[in-house]
């Protein structure tokens, strides 16, 4: 297959100034200013191919929409190269633009005061799109995304689900072959998420674009993505498939049961937790491996009335696998794992 998206060694650095307390203070920083530099994006090297959909995930902070605006050319990079589509996206290339698309889930890209019916035939005009052809695929995107009805509406009087259905048509009206796509259902209710959700899924698996997707709702990763990326201060700390990545976690249960009798004092259960005196209910996330054992030991204390165990939740296991990064990170994190 052929290559969509390439870097190598990309990285991307801040500059800040810290400025000190105090009007004294602040006057004398004019001439000596303390600068730092923040590394949001560590050296990366990364391959995508046509077709590809890529799921980032990752905590605030960790370099996602850095990646993203880097790749689209929004912002330079202070390292490395990176090439879409054949193009260098720093350059802005006219026709490179007319092949990309990035939405971002916080930034309208559509004009406030106008009905979205409005600026997509502006949007005809800027990407040189005949209208009949733009409002074709107007109808078609808008049926889909069962937002037809608030195309002649303007913008800022649409809730939040309707504006990002709007986004959506957008970024997608040109038929672009990469697109970019940071937290497009974040803030949505459960109801537009789906709606949403559903659209992106049949809308790639018909025209195969390359996408990037960032979402801090791990459904539409699991959902959506062939591929996942987890980027950690900077770096990608892990790249693979979302089934890879869930077998080479470690395999987690949630275990909830009701007791018959409460015991009259704190009693320890392996290793594992401490069922508190005159508990009657217990629920606690352990490794799958130990829940036998664990069951065993709660039979022996009393008997049972009723079991449930679970499977954790994706999400779940992507938050444990970042906060597990994070401590091996932290200064003596990676000795104190040693210990």
Same mark, same amino acid.
């Given at each position: 297959?052929?290559?969509?998206?390439?870097?190598?060694? *990309?990285?991307? #650095?801040?500059e =800040?100034y810290?400025?000190p307390?105090?009007?004294?203070?602040?006057?004398?920083?004019?001439?000596?200013?303390k600068?730092?530099k923040k590394?949001?994006?560590?050296?990366?090297t990364?391959?995508?191919?046509?077709g590809q959909?890529?799921?980032l995930?990752?905590?605030?902070?960790?370099g996602?929409?850095t990646l993203?605006?880097?790749?689209?050319?929004?912002?330079?990079?202070?390292?490395?190269?990176?090439e879409?589509?054949?193009?260098k996206? =720093?350059s802005?290339?006219?026709?490179f *633009?007319?092949?990309i698309?990035i939405?971002?889930?916080q930034?309208?890209?559509?004009?406030?005061d &106008?009905?979205?019916?409005?600026s997509?035939d502006?949007?005809?005009?800027i990407?040189?799109i005949?209208?009949? #052809?733009?409002?074709?695929r107007v109808r %078609?995107l808008?049926?889909?995304?069962?937002?037809t009805?608030?195309l002649?509406i303007? *913008?800022r009087r649409l809730?939040?689900?309707e504006?990002?259905?709007?986004?959506i048509i957008?970024?997608?009206?040109?038929?672009?072959?990469?697109l970019f796509l940071?937290e497009?259902?974040?803030?949505?209710?459960?109801?537009?998420?789906? =709606?949403i959700r559903?659209?992106?899924?049949k809308y790639v698996k018909?025209?195969r674009? =390359?996408?990037?997707l960032t979402?801090h709702?791990m459904d539409?990763i699991?959902?959506?993505a062939?591929?996942? *990326?987890?980027?950690s201060?900077?770096?990608i700390?892990y790249?693979?498939?979302?089934n %890879?990545f869930?077998?080479?976690?470690?395999?987690r249960?949630?275990?909830?049961l009701?007791?018959?009798?409460?015991?009259?004092?704190d009693?320890?259960?392996?290793?594992?937790?401490?069922?508190?005196?005159g508990? &009657?209910?217990?629920?606690?996330?352990l490794p799958a491996?130990?829940?036998?054992?664990?069951?065993?030991?709660?039979m022996a204390?009393?008997?049972?009335?009723?079991?449930k165990? %679970? %499977?954790?939740?994706f999400e779940?296991?992507?938050?444990s696998f970042?906060?597990?990064d994070a401590r091996?990170?932290?200064?003596?994190g990676?000795a104190a794992?040693?210990?």
């Amino acid at each position: 297959m052929t290559a969509n998206i390439e870097t190598l060694n *990309l990285t991307r #650095t801040y500059e =800040t100034y810290k400025k000190p307390e105090g009007l004294l203070k602040s006057v004398q920083g004019l001439w000596a200013r303390k600068i730092e530099k923040k590394i949001a994006l560590h050296p990366t090297t990364l391959r995508i191919d046509s077709g590809q959909i890529v799921g980032l995930v990752g905590s605030n902070g960790a370099g996602k929409t850095t990646l993203l605006k880097v790749l689209s050319g929004l912002i330079h990079p202070s390292a490395g190269t990176a090439e879409v589509l054949g193009y260098k996206p =720093t350059s802005r290339d006219p026709e490179f *633009l007319r092949r990309i698309s990035i939405l971002l889930g916080q930034k309208n890209q559509l004009w406030w005061d &106008l009905p979205p019916a409005d600026s997509y035939d502006l949007l005809a005009r800027i990407y040189e799109i005949e209208l009949p #052809t733009a409002r074709e695929r107007v109808r %078609e995107l808008s049926q889909l995304l069962q937002c037809t009805e608030q195309l002649h509406i303007q *913008l800022r009087r649409l809730s939040l689900g309707e504006r990002m259905k709007m986004e959506i048509i957008g970024a997608l009206l040109h038929q672009p072959d990469v697109l970019f796509l940071d937290e497009p259902t974040i803030g949505l209710d459960i109801i537009a998420q789906t =709606t949403i959700r559903n659209f992106l899924m049949k809308y790639v698996k018909e025209r195969r674009p =390359t996408v990037i997707l960032t979402s801090h709702y791990m459904d539409d990763i699991s959902l959506l993505a062939d591929r996942l *990326l987890l980027m950690s201060q900077g770096r990608i700390v892990y790249d693979g498939t979302v089934n %890879e990545f869930a077998g080479r976690s470690e395999s987690r249960q949630t275990l909830s049961l009701k007791i018959l009798q409460p015991p009259t004092r704190d009693v320890q259960i392996l290793d594992h937790f401490v069922v508190a005196a005159g508990s &009657l209910a217990i629920k606690e996330e352990l490794p799958a491996s130990a829940i036998g054992d664990v069951l065993q030991a709660l039979m022996a204390m009393s008997a049972v009335q009723e079991i449930k165990i %679970e %499977e954790v939740e994706f999400e779940d296991v992507i938050r444990s696998f970042m906060e597990k990064d994070a401590r091996l990170r932290a200064p003596g994190g990676a000795a104190a794992a040693r210990v």
